[in-house]
């Protein structure tokens, strides 16, 4: 389970968005499930990964952020000397919605697209 303790703390401050974006830049490429928002690659890696905040709205017990995220993918082929795959990386481009539980920080991720 996920917990964004330091974005719960900067909920409706100045820094909330600093905040918000080092925690998700501190998470693997597996939790932020990026991985099954591929649509041009076979593997997602955090090459040219970058983060924007799209929507920021509360309800009584979540806050919910939309975000969109911009990362790479690699096709991967066997590395055979013969291989045609190339290893060039793909632009990726999804958007993740991050709820989070305004009790205890516990964070559920979402792709949305």
């Known amino acids: 389970m996920l917990y964004f ?3 719960l703390k900067a909920w409706n401050t100045d820094t909330f968005k600093s905040v918000f974006i080092n925690e998700v830049n501190s998470l693997p490429v597996d939790a932020l499930l990026l991985q099954s ?3 041009m690659g076979s ?3 955090r090459d040219n990964f970058q983060i924007m ?9 979540h806050l ?3 975000s969109g995220i911009f990362y790479s993918s690699l096709i991967a082929g066997c590395n055979c000397s013969d291989d045609p ?3 060039d990386l793909n632009a990726e481009y999804c958007e993740l919605q991050f ?3 305004k009790s ?8 949305i697209s």
Not at 53 to 61: C, K, W
């Open 5 to 7: 303790y330091k974005s």
């Open 37 to 39: 928002a591929l649509q």
């Open 104 to 111: 205890n920080a516990e964070t559920d991720i979402t792709v």
């Open 85 to 87: 795959t190339p290893v």
């Open 64 to 66: 919910i952020i939309t």
């Open 99 to 101: 709820t989070i539980n």
């Open 43 to 45: 593997y997602a890696t």
């Open 53 to 61: 905040i799209n929507a920021l709205t509360e309800n009584d017990t």
